[in-house]
């Protein structure tokens, strides 16, 4: 298919008031988000990789405001990683659904 055709075939015409525009077809909005989501899939996962490599190999500290500081340290690390595992699963999901083509659409219809 030549480029010309292509770009025709993403965008369709629209007429507004007397102006008339051309959008991005669903298909072309649909390639779009997809190549969005797998570009957030790849990043989330690089930055997972990335802190699961970092551990805190230090000694618990007798200091009860250091113990403190690190616990809490801790914690959003964890909460982070949720939040990433939970953010890669919903990305996980939509692409499964346009792979089959059920992106869009009432999950009860």
Request: proline fraction near 2%; hydrophobic fraction near 35%; aromatic fraction near 2%.
């Amino acid at each position: 298919m030549s480029s010309t055709s292509q770009s025709r075939n993403r965008f369709q015409e629209q007429k507004i008031g007397q102006a008339s525009i051309k959008l991005p077809t669903d298909a072309a909005k649909r390639a779009t988000l997809r190549t969005k989501l797998t570009r957030e899939r790849t990043l989330l996962m690089a930055s997972w990789n990335l802190s699961l490599t970092t551990t805190d190999d230090s000694e618990p500290s007798s200091d009860l405001a250091d113990q403190a500081a690190t616990d809490l340290d801790q914690d959003l690390a964890i909460q982070v990683k949720v939040r990433t595992i939970a953010r890669l699963r919903a990305i996980e999901r939509a692409l499964e659904l346009m792979r089959t083509s059920r992106y869009g659409r009432c999950r009860s219809c």
